[in-house]
């Protein structure tokens, strides 16, 4: 272990089960961070040339050293392991090893809050723009589908009970339209967190006219955030705030890998899936299982754990506490679980094998009643009337209506007689493009 920036030179002893349990599996998780970290030092160390503390020397001295740094980091020839206390610390000792004195001087003006602060929200700035991406993808697989398939007759369902017939197109379009939604949470998440808090220090700021603006928009905010005790009192609300964008896409696949979870069994039979997302039994020679979408549908407890989790830390005052620490496992662990598992959808929902014959045949007569008790209603008959007409007439005997005229007449807006998926379509494309997804251009 190198030597703690904060560690004085009075000979006084470092207890190694202290530290450990201080620093945690922070030197770990700062791998994740690491870059952003290096990053938005060397904006800092320009602001702090700007404001007269750094001269243009020491100011190019200390960028190239980052800029080394960061090439070392990407190639490998950089380790951030347990030598370091955390990354933060690994930077300055980096410097100062490679340029001297002058690299002691990388951190006038701030705190390792700052550091952690601004590189976990750079890094929430960069997860939920892949959020967006991967919420775009899916809706536009998903849309794709509904509209190549868009009165495909299959089975509708309440309580898992055969309710009416129903499409392709209205199943398919309905997770268009929720991944749309799921598109437009996280841009107006990553809006929000669009702030940088560096220059705010320990949270009272510093007694120097830092450059914070210039430093935001070189870092690439759209603002500062102005106060210093908020810019504490925002940690893990931030972090609350992205995980909770991603957690309604992922609750959102969840339900989609529950439909093919039922809609692939043998008992329905509607659906087949790619054979690259399913794999073998290690003891029965006939099984396909679907243990991809399975796994999907259960990530969703891991951004659900790491909501709690940080919400449990966040029982605090104002101000920093050493706590806010624990908030940075959650938010890695839950983002970097959502977005592994949202990446490999799209290309599920393009690869899904819709089985006409086996849906067809799933639709069964009495699932007519409720077009029969309607057409009544239109013709004047009070509804409830109709209703209990058409419940009567359940058991007599008669052939299956063609589905394709019942979908034909579901005609109010939505229905499979009218899916409106140029609306989704509009609504999904205007949405990518503000999001700058390449898939709005398509």
Same mark, same amino acid.
């Given at each position: 272990?190198?030597?703690?920036?904060?560690?004085?030179?009075?000979?006084?002893?470092?207890?190694?089960?202290?530290?450990?349990? $201080?620093?945690?599996?922070?030197?770990?998780?700062?791998?994740? !961070?690491?870059?952003?970290?290096?990053?938005?030092? &060397?904006?800092?160390?320009?602001?702090?040339? %700007?404001?007269?503390?750094?001269?243009?020397?020491?100011?190019?001295?200390?960028?190239?050293?980052?800029?080394?740094?960061?090439?070392? #980091?990407?190639?490998?020839?950089?380790?951030?392991?347990?030598?370091?206390?955390? =990354?933060?610390?690994?930077?300055?000792?980096?410097?100062?090893?490679?340029?001297?004195?002058?690299?002691?001087?990388?951190?006038?003006?701030?705190?390792?809050?700052?550091?952690?602060?601004?590189?976990? %929200?750079?890094? $929430?700035?960069?997860?939920?723009?892949?959020? *967006?991406?991967?919420?775009?993808?899916?809706?536009?697989?998903? $849309?794709?589908?509904?509209?190549?398939?868009?009165?495909?007759?299959?089975?509708?369902?309440?309580?898992?009970?055969?309710?009416?017939?129903?499409?392709?197109?209205?199943?398919? =379009?309905?997770?268009?339209?929720?991944?749309?939604?799921?598109?437009?949470?996280?841009? =107006?998440?990553?809006? !929000?967190?669009?702030?940088?808090?560096?220059?705010?220090?320990?949270?009272?700021?510093?007694?120097?006219? !830092?450059?914070?603006?210039?430093?935001?928009?070189?870092?690439?905010?759209?603002?500062?955030?102005?106060?210093?005790?908020? &810019?504490?009192?925002?940690?893990?609300? #931030?972090?609350?705030?992205?995980? *909770?964008?991603?957690?309604?896409?992922?609750?959102?696949t969840r339900r989609l890998a529950w439909d093919l979870s039922l809609f692939t069994t043998e008992e329905f039979?509607?659906?087949?899936?790619?054979?690259?997302?399913?794999?073998?039994?290690?003891?029965?020679?006939?099984? +396909?299982?679907p243990d991809v979408v399975e796994l999907l549908r259960g %990530?969703?407890?891991?951004?659900? &754990?790491?909501?709690?989790?940080?919400?449990?830390?966040?029982?605090?005052?104002?101000?920093? *506490?050493?706590?806010?620490?624990?908030?940075?496992?959650?938010?890695?662990?839950?983002?970097?679980?959502?977005?592994? +598992?949202?990446?490999?959808?799209?290309?599920?929902?393009?690869?899904?094998? #819709?089985?006409?014959? %086996?849906?067809?045949? &799933?639709?069964?007569?009495?699932?007519?009643?409720?077009?029969?008790?309607? *057409?009544?209603?239109?013709?004047?008959?009070? #509804?409830?009337?109709?209703?209990?007409?058409?419940?009567?007439?359940?058991?007599?005997?008669?052939?299956?209506?063609?589905?394709?005229?019942?979908?034909?007449?579901?005609?109010?807006?939505?229905?499979?007689?009218?899916?409106?998926?140029?609306?989704?379509?509009?609504?999904?494309?205007?949405?990518?493009?503000?999001?700058?997804?390449?898939?709005?251009?398509?």
């Open positions: 272990m190198s030597k703690y920036v904060w560690q004085a030179d009075d000979g006084s002893a470092i207890d190694k089960a202290i530290m450990d349990f $201080l620093a945690g599996e922070d030197v770990i998780l700062d791998r994740e !961070l690491f870059a952003f970290d290096v990053r938005a030092t &060397a904006a800092h160390v320009r602001g702090l040339a %700007r404001i007269g503390i750094l001269s243009d020397e020491e100011c190019r001295a200390l960028v190239d050293g980052l800029d080394e740094l960061l090439a070392e #980091f990407r190639s490998g020839a950089f380790v951030l392991d347990d030598r370091y206390e955390d =990354g933060h610390s690994a930077i300055e000792i980096y410097l100062t090893s490679k340029v001297g004195e002058v690299g002691e001087k990388v951190h006038t003006g701030r705190s390792r809050n700052d550091q952690v602060a601004v590189a976990s %929200r750079l890094y $929430l700035k960069d997860a939920l723009e892949r959020l *967006q991406s991967a919420c775009a993808h899916i809706a536009f697989a998903c $849309l794709e589908q509904a509209e190549a398939n868009a009165g495909l007759a299959m089975p509708g369902y309440t309580h898992l009970q055969r309710a009416v017939p129903s499409s392709v197109g209205l199943w398919m =379009g309905g997770f268009a339209e929720a991944f749309t939604d799921n598109l437009g949470f996280s841009a =107006g998440v990553r809006r !929000l967190v669009d702030c940088s808090p560096l220059g705010t220090a320990a949270g009272y700021g510093v007694n120097l006219p !830092l450059d914070r603006d210039g430093v935001a928009e070189e870092l690439g905010f759209e603002r500062i955030q102005v106060n210093p005790m908020y &810019a504490q009192n925002s940690r893990g609300k #931030f972090e609350i705030m992205a995980l *909770q964008a991603a957690h309604h896409a992922m609750q959102d039979g509607f659906v087949r899936l790619p054979r690259r997302y399913t794999t073998g039994s290690s003891i029965m020679p006939n099984k +396909a299982n %990530r969703c407890a891991t951004v659900e &754990a790491a909501i709690t989790e940080i919400n449990s830390v966040l029982s605090l005052p104002s101000g920093y *506490q050493r706590d806010l620490q624990l908030t940075k496992a959650p938010m890695i662990r839950g983002l970097g679980t959502s977005l592994q +598992a949202l990446s490999i959808v799209p290309a599920l929902v393009q690869g899904l094998e #819709f089985r006409a014959d %086996r849906m067809s045949s &799933a639709i069964s007569a009495d699932m007519f009643a409720t077009d029969l008790a309607l *057409q009544q209603a239109s013709q004047g008959v009070p #509804f409830r009337q109709a209703y209990l007409e058409a419940k009567g007439k359940l058991e007599a005997p008669g052939a299956v209506p063609d589905p394709a005229a019942s979908l034909a007449a579901r005609v109010s807006p939505g229905g499979c007689g009218d899916l409106a998926l140029d609306r989704i379509r509009a609504r999904l494309e205007r949405q990518s493009a503000l999001a700058g997804d390449s898939r709005a251009a398509d």
